[in-house]
């Protein structure tokens, strides 16, 4: 059975109505949601993952930061960004968006639903953070607000598609009220708006997911890797004679 999650639940400081949200996700049939901090870096708040009380069925609440950035200063991890289950990053320029998939250490990067991308996605980069474990977000909910936007979300989408052939893609809701959440199934469908097949669609709401939910763990904890190679040490003259072929050994025994 398919875990399915939703890795943007915007934050509001009306704590009822992000617990509706919350709960309306549990009775949708989602199993983990992630309350989203988009900062501009003068204001950081952090919350503990905890799991929250749905309707339905107990529901997990991460936590996740999105740095909008303009400008490379503007994102410099520190110990506060592993206050954080996830890590997000919204790049505005080409530049910064090769940057966001070759160097920054995030898990997620945001595309752009709500304006016409600024620039073309490019092979090179996209597939280095697709070796990286870096996931690409596109969020539903401005398509179901406006249509200008809605055509935005589309074909910004259907251009990173194209692209990165489904690949590293999680499909989020971003929603700030319970009536713009939508379920599972019904967002498996969307994705085949968004140029993703029936099973890159699910994938994008469940296993993509997970895999994020482990990168960020990974970044919180991991300090570093040993890689280790065994190294051939040199055969001696009798070991050269048991390797060597049956023809050879039998003219070295026959002499």
């Known amino acids: 059975m398919a875990v399915f999650m939703d890795l943007n639940i915007t934050y509001t400081t009306d704590k009822k109505r992000l617990r509706s949200v919350i709960e309306t996700a549990a009775h949708l049939g989602y199993s983990t949601v992630a309350i989203n901090y988009v900062v501009d870096l003068q204001q950081k708040k952090q919350v503990s993952s905890s799991v929250f009380p749905g309707k339905s069925r107990p529901i997990k609440v991460l936590?996740?930061?999105?740095?909008?950035?303009?400008?490379?200063?503007?994102?410099?991890?520190n110990a506060e960004y592993k206050a954080y289950d996830l890590v997000a990053v919204y790049p505005t320029t080409e530049k910064l968006f090769h940057a966001a998939c070759m160097t920054f250490?995030?898990?997620?990067?945001?595309?752009?639903?709500?304006?016409?991308?600024?620039?073309?996605?490019?092979?090179?980069?996209?597939?280095?953070?697709?070796?990286?474990?870096?996931?690409?977000?596109?969020?539903?909910?401005?398509a179901i607000r406006d249509s200008t936007m809605?055509?935005?979300?589309?074909?910004?989408a259907i251009s990173l598609m194209e692209t990165c052939k489904g690949k590293n893609v999680i499909v989020t809701s971003g929603a700030e009220k319970p009536l713009e959440l939508r379920g599972p199934y019904d967002i498996a469908n969307l994705g085949l708006?968004?140029?993703?097949?029936?099973?890159?669609?699910?994938a994008a709401i469940s296993t993509n997911c997970?895999?994020?939910?482990?990168?960020?763990?990974t970044r919180k904890t991991a300090l570093g890797i040993v890689h280790t190679m065994k190294k051939d040490q040199p055969l001696t003259e009798r070991q050269e004679e048991e390797h060597a072929p049956v023809?050879?050994?039998?003219?070295i025994e026959t002499v």
């Open 63 to 77: 936590n996740r930061l999105t740095v909008v950035a303009s400008d490379p200063s503007h994102f410099r991890p």
């Open 105 to 142: 250490d995030v898990d997620i990067i945001c595309v752009a639903v709500i304006e016409k991308q600024p620039f073309f996605f490019k092979r090179s980069p996209i597939n280095g953070a697709i070796e990286r474990g870096v996931f690409f977000e596109i969020s539903y909910t401005p």
């Open 150 to 156: 809605r055509r935005y979300t589309i074909a910004n």
């Open 193 to 202: 708006l968004f140029g993703l097949s029936e099973g890159d669609g699910k």
């Open 210 to 217: 997970r895999a994020v939910h482990l990168h960020g763990e």
């Open 247 to 251: 023809s050879k050994r039998a003219k």
